[in-house]
C-alpha cells in the first residue's frame, strides 16, 4: 500500500508524511498535490496572526477546543520562524496545544518558514490543501509572530483573526495599512492587564470609519485565552463572518481570488525553474556577466533578450 | 530541496528540570534542524502522538527524577503499537550505567548522561538518521 493509498483510507500518520513530502518538495510531490486538490475545497480556513507573543497558540487551543466540543475534526498549522544563519527552527507552539484529544479528531503540525518571509512557510497552502483533503472540517493556521507587512495568511485563510494586546499602541498604530487591515475580527487578548479598555475603544473609534464601508461590523473582543474568557464570544463572532462572507458572496468571490493567485504561483515556480535550466544552455551566463561588470551591455538590455530565447516571447514594457 | 532533520524534544513524568532540554534544543536549532519542542510533564501517549503528527525523525527525551525504566520502555512500547517504530528514540538524564546498557538494549538508540557535550549530541543525531532506511512508496 502506498502512502497515498494509506492517506486516502484515513491514516493520520500516512498524512503526516504525505505532508513532510509537500514541505521537502521531494520528487512528486507536485503529482501528489494534483491527487489531492480535487477532494479539498470543503474545509473552513481560520488563520490567526499578530506580533510574538500575543496568545495566538493559546487562542487556537480554546478555538479547537470549543470546536472539537460541536463534534469537529480540527487540523491545525502552526507557524514558527527558520534561523536565516543556520537554516535550522525551534518550534514550539505545541507547549500551548497540550492535552488536545489523541483519537484523531485533531491534527498540530508545527511548521517552520524555511525562507518564507510573508508569516507563513512557502508551503503552508499546499499543508492546509492536504489537511483539507484528509477530510478536517476546520483548520486554524497560525503565523509566526509578525510585525505589520507579513500579510500571507490572507491569501490562505477565508476568516482572519488579528491578535493583539493591551500593550499593541494607540489609535495611530491601528491606522497604519498592513496587518490592521488583513483582520476581520480582532482580539485583544491578555485583557485582564491594564489599558485593555483604552485599545478596545481607539480601536473602534478607528474601526467606525470603515465600519461604515462595508456591510461587516469588524468587531473587537476582549479576551483572555488562558483564563478561557470570552472564547465563546470570539467563536459566536467566527461563526458570524462566516455567515456573512457565504450570504454576501465574500465566500466564493475570495476562494477564486485565492485560486488565481495559487495557479500564478504554480506558473511562475516553473517558469522560475525554466530559466534557471535553459541559461546554461543558451547563453554563457559568465560572459554576459563579464560584459555587464565592464559596462559594455547592460541588464536590461541582455534580460529581455534572453528571456525571449528561453520562451520566445518579446516581453511587455 | 534537502530533506530536513526534524525532532521532538520532550520532557515526560513530572520532574520539571527543563534546562537540559533547553541546551539540547538551542544546539540542535543551532544545527539546522527543525526541532519540536512540547515542553514539560508529557504522558508517554501525548509524546508519540506528537511524534507521528510532526513526522519526526527522532524523539528526545530528558528525564531526571528516576522514572527513566518506566518512562523509557512505555514510550517505547507505545511507538511500536502505533507501527512509528521507525522513528529514534534517544535520550538523556541521570541514569546508571547499568539502566543505560539494559535501556540501549531494549530499543532506546542512545543515551546521553551528565557531561555528554552538545557536539556529540549533534553528531549522533546526523549519524543516527542518517542511517535510517524508509522502506516506503509514496504514490
Redesign the interface.
Known amino acids: 500500500m502506498?502512502?497515498?493509498e494509506k492517506f486516502l483510507s484515513g491514516d493520520?500518520?500516512a498524512l503526516?508524511?504525505?505532508?513532510?513530502?509537500i514541505e521537502?518538495?521531494?520528487e512528486?510531490y507536485r503529482?501528489?498535490l494534483a491527487?489531492l486538490y480535487p477532494q479539498s475545497g470543503r474545509a473552513v480556513k481560520i488563520g490567526f496572526t499578530g506580533p510574538p507573543g500575543a496568545g495566538k497558540s493559546s487562542l487556537v487551543n480554546s478555538i479547537a477546543r470549543l470546536l472539537l466540543a460541536r463534534g469537529h475534526r480540527i487540523g491545525i498549522i502552526a507557524v514558527d520562524p527558520?534561523?536565516p544563519f543556520?537554516?535550522?527552527?525551534?518550534?514550539?507552539d505545541?507547549?500551548r496545544m497540550?492535552?488536545m484529544p489523541?483519537d484523531g479528531s485533531v491534527?498540530?503540525?508545527?511548521m517552520?518558514t524555511?525562507g518564507s518571509s510573508g508569516g507563513l512557510a512557502a508551503a503552508t497552502g499546499n499543508v492546509a490543501t492536504a489537511l483539507d483533503a484528509f477530510g478536517f472540517d476546520f483548520i486554524l493556521i497560525e503565523t509566526v509572530g509578525v510585525g505589520q507587512v507579513e500579510l500571507d495568511i490572507v491569501d490562505t485563510c477565508d476568516t482572519v483573526i488579528v491578535v493583539l494586546v493591551p500593550e499593541s499602541g494607540d489609535a495611530i498604530q491601528a491606522l497604519k495599512a498592513g496587518l490592521m487591515e488583513i483582520a476581520d475580527i480582532f482580539a485583544i487578548n491578555k485583557a485582564d492587564r491594564p489599558g485593555s479598555e483604552n485599545i478596545v475603544a481607539e480601536l473602534n473609534m478607528v474601526l467606525e470609519l470603515k465600519r461604515n464601508k462595508i456591510e461587516w461590523d469588524l468587531p473587537v473582543i476582549a479576551t483572555e485565552a488562558i483564563n478561557n474568557k470570552n472564547i465563546d464570544r470570539l467563536l459566536e463572532k467566527i461563526d458570524a463572518h462566516l455567515g456573512y462572507i457565504k450570504t454576501s458572496g465574500l465566500f466564493e468571490k475570495h476562494r477564486r481570488e485565492q485560486i488565481k493567485n495559487k495557479l500564478f504561483g504554480v506558473m511562475q515556480f516553473h517558469f522560475n525553474n525554466l530559466i534557471r535550466q535553459e541559461i546554461g544552455r543558451i547563453t554563457d551566463l559568465d560572459k554576459v556577466i563579464s560584459d555587464i561588470y565592464e559596462g559594455k551591455s547592460d541588464p536590461f538590455t541582455v534580460g529581455e533578450s534572453l528571456l525571449k530565447k528561453i520562451s520566445g516571447i518579446q516581453p511587455l514594457h | 530541496m534537502s530533506e530536513k532533520i526534524r525532532v521532538l524534544l520532550a520532557k515526560p513524568g513530572l520532574d520539571g528540570h527543563d534546562r537540559g532540554i533547553k541546551v539540547i534544543a538551542a544546539a540542535f536549532r543551532d544545527a539546522g534542524f527543525e526541532v519540536i519542542y512540547t515542553g514539560l510533564r508529557q504522558t508517554p501517549e501525548n509524546i508519540v502522538n506528537a511524534a507521528i503528527q510532526e513526522d519526526v525523525d527522532a524523539v528526545g527525551v530528558s528525564i531526571l527524577s528516576g522514572a527513566h525504566m518506566t518512562l523509557f520502555p512505555a514510550i517505547l512500547n507505545l511507538l511500536k503499537e502505533k507501527k512509528a517504530d521507525q522513528i529514534i528514540l534517544f535520550g538523556g538524564g541521570i541514569i546508571p550505567d547499568e539502566d543505560v546498557a539494559a535501556l540501549e538494549k531494549s530499543g532506546v538508540d542512545k543515551l546521553f548522561t551528565p557531561g555528554a557535550t552538545t557536539e556529540e549530541t549533534v553528531k549522533y543525531l546526523r549519524e543516527a538518521v542518517a542511517k535510517r532506511k524508509r522502506d516506503e512508496k509514496i504514490i
Do not use: N
Request: hydrophobic residues 40%; charged residues 25%; glycine residues 8%.
Open positions: 502506498t502512502v497515498l493520520q500518520a503526516a508524511r504525505i505532508i513532510t513530502f521537502d518538495r521531494q512528486k503529482e501528489v491527487r527558520t534561523s543556520t537554516g535550522g527552527a525551534l518550534l514550539g505545541r507547549i497540550v492535552d489523541t491534527y498540530i503540525r508545527s517552520a524555511r
